[in-house]
């Protein structure tokens, strides 16, 4: 059996790759590569015949797991819902440490993503929000506090 040998990254398939690309960009992260891929190996690996998509890499300045932005030109998306809470089956968010969490937020707010709840501390030592962003993705922001 296979042994995992590092985690590489995280994919999010989405309807606007520009409009969710800007928004990952604006909390800081760096478009490391954007391309098409299509063909035997993509029809293999997803199971669909026929199949074309467009992906965008972003990462953490620091470097480390990267997020893998998709959108399907062909065939077209599924809709997912843009409304699912934590209790939803599924990867429920993404979750970055922050420097401010509450600027941050407002940052966000102002770009008009709101909270989904709102701002908690957790034993003086992490203060945490979960903020929905484009197409219902959960971010989930943390800042060290203690």
Same mark, same amino acid.
């Given at each position: 059996?296979? #042994?995992?040998?590092? !985690?590489?990254?995280? =994919? &999010?398939?989405? *309807?606007? @790759?520009?409009?969710?690309?800007? !928004? !990952?960009?604006?909390?800081?992260?760096?478009?490391?590569?954007?391309? !098409?891929?299509? +063909?035997?190996?993509?029809?293999?690996?997803?199971?669909?015949? $026929?199949?074309?998509?467009?992906?965008? =890499?972003?990462?953490?300045? +620091? +470097?480390?797991?990267? &997020?893998? @932005?998709?959108?399907?030109?062909?065939?077209?998306?599924?809709? +997912?819902?843009?409304? *699912?809470?934590?209790?939803?089956?599924?990867?429920?968010?993404?979750?970055?440490? #922050?420097?401010?969490?509450?600027?941050? #937020?407002?940052?966000?707010?102002? $770009?008009? %993503? =709101? @909270? #989904?709840?709102?701002?908690?501390? %957790?034993?003086?030592?992490?203060?945490?929000? %979960?903020?929905?962003?484009?197409?219902?993705? &959960?971010?989930?922001?943390?800042?060290?506090? =203690?």
């Amino acid at each position: 059996m296979g #042994v995992i040998k590092r !985690f590489d990254h995280v =994919g &999010i398939t989405v *309807a606007d @790759l520009d409009l969710v690309t800007e !928004f !990952f960009v604006g909390l800081g992260l760096e478009v490391t590569g954007r391309m !098409f891929v299509e +063909g035997e190996f993509l029809d293999t690996v997803c199971g669909i015949p $026929d199949s074309r998509t467009e992906i965008v =890499g972003l990462q953490a300045p +620091g +470097g480390g797991t990267w &997020i893998e @932005l998709a959108t399907f030109v062909r065939p077209d998306h599924q809709p +997912g819902s843009p409304d *699912a809470m934590a209790t939803e089956l599924g990867i429920r968010n993404v979750s970055f440490e #922050v420097e401010d969490l509450p600027a941050t #937020v407002e940052k966000l707010a102002a $770009d008009g %993503y =709101g @909270l #989904v709840g709102g701002i908690g501390e %957790y034993e003086n030592t992490w203060r945490m929000a %979960y903020v929905r962003g484009p197409e219902g993705i &959960i971010v989930s922001l943390a800042e060290r506090i =203690g």
